[in-house]
């Protein structure tokens, strides 16, 4: 088998391989891509050396970054002229840079909310922010909790998912003893 014609059977393989359907699964099984080019070269290719060619070079790396940024469904949808590990990394690239600034944005928002609020440091705002949230987990408890709940709280699913919260136990505590009145 001449070089060319490797080459060939290579980014055949690749293409298919990085084919997503409208799921964004893989469009095509090993054995699928295996008989496509049994079909197209006349050459016998086992569906395990396109796996193996998939690991080598990394078509399986640029597949599984692809579903985890949710990219393979957009592919499956957009017609183009550039191959699919173009479009891969074209769309990894996009969403990678988008997170990057976004993540930059929050982090600007961050520390404008420190400086804008007094705080010393970032560690005074983190423990003004944790005090802030067991607050509001707590208040979202209680509301949960009205008169006649109050009483059967023990029988409650809420309350086994309270067990390593003690000081919002504690608190509902009070409040049904207030409610038992």
Known sequence: MGKRINEEIIELAKELYLTPDVNGNHKYSLREIS??????????????TILNWAKKYGWDKLWEEGVRYGITEAIAKQESNKTKEEQ????????TKDKTTMDINLMKLAYKFILENGFSSVEEARRVYETASK????????????????????????????EDNPEIRTIIIKTIKKYEK
């Open 88 to 95: 891969f990394r074209e769309a990894i690239t996009k969403v």
């Open 35 to 48: 008989a496509e080019i049994q079909q197209k070269f006349s050459k016998d290719i086992h569906n395990t």
């Open 135 to 162: 607050d509001l987990q707590i208040n979202e408890l209680l509301t949960k909790i009205d008169e006649k709940e109050a009483r059967n709280i023990y029988d409650d699913p809420i309350w086994d998912e309270l």
